[in-house]
């Protein structure tokens, strides 16, 4: 008998062990920002298959804007990714709107292996660290061709659409777009910045006692809508126009360098953003400037593998590939030092904007508004509205209480 119940025992106990081996299914779904980000997450979705062999995983990648990840995890977080890529300006209202795991294994490393700047925007008010710093590029700059431009000519916008227009071709810029919208008040010494609240805006776009007006920003904007070198473009329309040689130069970020490099070959160039003429005056012009984090979702039902899957996702080989694949600039500080990130010129681009580049903290209402104003712009202000009404209800509608 005492045989037969060592027998059994035994045989649990090898069950038992074998049960711990068997490998587990674990589902993820991840997002990524953009359809050319999909080839690069593949391949370290198959590397960290490898790398983890003792579980089945199954990961889904979808696609969703960085810009406006936020909205969408915070509309249901428990129908949104266990991992997803945000710009670093959502960071506060995801954190807020408990849609942000803190990281729990590894933080220690992570805080030593990257920029601090970059870790600073994946800290909560508690001191904790919240998202896994992925790129410090967050930020855009002038592409150029050199068949067509000189280093001269690249410091000045308006020179720049004249050279164009002469050439046939155009210079891109995304005059609808917000984020870029914000270069040309900005660098006419105009301001908006998030109030102290974290949610409301102050604004003063509209100024008419400041050295340049605000209705004098539109006027040049309105001229250089008009100019026949001159083309409203975001990131597709800019990458359409690179690969059928219509678009010679234009403000983008890293995430088009391998576009510019393989159009333009040996005449592909990168530069700070120029000057443009406003009130009789050049001024430079500003951008925004951030970071690309991943967060976890904290209602994941695998946290765990969530929580892998972003440290590995954001880790320094998968940096370099990401570089190799995408040219966005790395936070890890080894790939960031790297010769062959040093050498590229999107990257040196990014370093020399720096100095006119503002840590984008904007509350929501600014978003939308701004960009109407731009697409109003690029038509022409077809009602014939008057420009300092337009500028009135824009700063109105930008520093609006979020709830109206």
Not at 160 to 184: I, R
Not at 216 to 221: D, K, P, Y
Not at 385 to 402: F, K, M, P, R
Request: charged residues 15%.
């Amino acid at each position: 008998m005492k045989k037969i119940l060592s027998l059994v025992l035994a045989l649990c106990m090898v069950l038992s062990l074998c049960s711990c081996a068997l490998a587990e299914d674990v589902t993820l779904t991840v997002w990524v920002g953009d359809n050319q980000d999909i080839e690069w997450i593949n391949g370290v979705i198959e590397n960290f298959k490898a790398a983890y062999p003792d579980n089945n995983y199954t990961i889904n990648v979808g696609v969703q804007n960085e810009g406006d990840c936020s909205k969408t995890v915070l509309n249901d977080p428990t129908a949104a990714a266990d991992v997803f890529t945000f710009a670093d300006d959502q960071f506060n209202s995801l954190l807020n709107g408990g849609a942000l795991q803190q990281v729990l294994d590894g933080a220690d490393d992570i805080i030593a292996n990257n920029t601090p700047e970059s870790i600073a925007a994946a800290t909560g008010e508690d001191g904790n660290l919240y998202a896994y710093p992925a790129t410090a590029d967050n930020g855009y700059f002038m592409f150029y061709n050199k068949e067509y431009f000189t280093e001269d000519d690249v410091k000045s916008f308006n020179t720049m659409l004249d050279k164009a227009a002469a050439a046939g071709k155009y210079v891109g810029f995304p005059m609808s777009n917000a984020w870029y919208f914000y270069s040309w008040f900005k660098g006419a010494g105009l301001d908006m910045h998030v109030n102290e609240d974290g949610v409301t805006n102050s604004c003063n776009w509209n100024a008419t006692d400041t050295p340049i007006t605000g209705v004098q920003v539109v006027e040049a904007l309105l001229a250089i809508a008009s100019n026949p070198g001159f083309k409203e473009a975001d990131s597709d329309p800019f990458v359409a126009g690179v690969k059928d040689g219509s678009i010679i130069a234009g403000v983008s970020g890293t995430w088009n360098a391998n576009v510019a490099a393989e159009a333009w070959g040996d005449n592909y160039a990168a530069t700070k953003l120029p000057t443009y003429t406003v009130a009789g005056q050049e001024v430079q012009m500003a951008s925004f400037s951030g970071f690309k984090l991943v967060g976890v979702n904290p209602y994941s039902e695998n946290l765990g593998a969530a929580m892998d899957f972003a440290a590995f996702m954001t880790n320094e080989e998968s940096q370099v590939s990401r570089f190799a694949m995408r040219r966005q600039g790395p936070s890890n500080t080894k790939a960031l030092a790297s010769e062959v990130v040093q050498a590229e010129p999107a990257i040196a681009a990014i370093v020399a904007q720096a100095p006119y580049a503002d840590v984008q903290r904007v509350g929501s209402k600014f978003w939308d508004t701004a960009a109407a104003l731009g697409k109003i712009i690029v038509n022409g202000n077809p009602d014939g509205t008057d420009l300092q009404t337009l500028l009135d209800n824009c700063v109105a509608g930008i520093t609006a209480a979020a709830d109206q």
